[in-house]
């Protein structure tokens, strides 16, 4: 009897251990070479009497890649309280050598919360890290930290990024979006 309590115990420890491996991490993350070019650039001040002025600034940016296969179109809204336009004209286009990110780690955790066996929430955490190598540079030291909310009922979504490089953020991005 005991025999067989060990032998199911091992096969059940066996079975949950094998099942919680994650998903293995590519060697290596190629980046291609990428043309930005800066098309567009409208500037909006809007003065209330009482209030700070408020300058939005939209910007469309092409980006080519693939060797000119592939053109991208970036929309970029920014706001600040200046008071006066910009002095800076469009940048002029740059080519944006590619290189190759050696991922080092990646710690990715899903979960959900139901209700009355119905998934109300998701929720989805990602940190990574890894070093990008480009020709004639140091090796830079990248990481991601992503968390993503989503409510089921509501069809809502929140999804908040920084990215960092060597230690200091580079990117701190939230979006909100709706589904439809």
């Known amino acids: 009897m005991k025999y067989l309590q060990k032998a199911l115990s091992i096969a059940i420890l066996t079975t949950c251990a094998g099942s919680s491996f994650a998903a293995p991490m590519p060697p290596t993350i ?3 070479d990428k043309a930005v070019v800066p ?15 408020v300058r939005s600034v939209d910007a469309t940016i092409f980006e080519v890649t693939n060797k000119g296969k592939d053109i991208l179109a970036r ?20 080519l944006k050598k590619g290189g190759i ?10 979960s959900q919360v139901k209700q009355a066996g119905e998934t109300v929430a998701e929720t989805k955490k ?19 930290k992503l968390d993503q909310n989503k409510n089921v009922k509501n ?3 929140t999804s908040h990024a920084v990215l960092t490089e060597n230690g200091e953020r580079t990117k701190d991005i939230v979006i909100l979006s709706e589904d439809e």
């Open 126 to 144: 990602i940190d990574a890290e890894g070093v990008e190598f480009k020709p004639g540079q140091d090796p830079v030291k990248r990481t991601l």
């Open 155 to 157: 069809n809502l979504q």
């Open 39 to 53: 098309v567009l650039k409208t500037e909006v001040i809007r003065k209330v009497k009482g209030q700070l002025p």
């Open 101 to 110: 990110i050696i991922p080092t780690s990646k710690i990715e955790v899903s």
């Open 75 to 94: 929309e970029v809204y920014l706001e600040d309280n200046q008071t006066q336009f910009s002095e800076k004209k469009l940048a002029v286009p740059v």
């Open 30 to 32: 190629v980046v291609q």
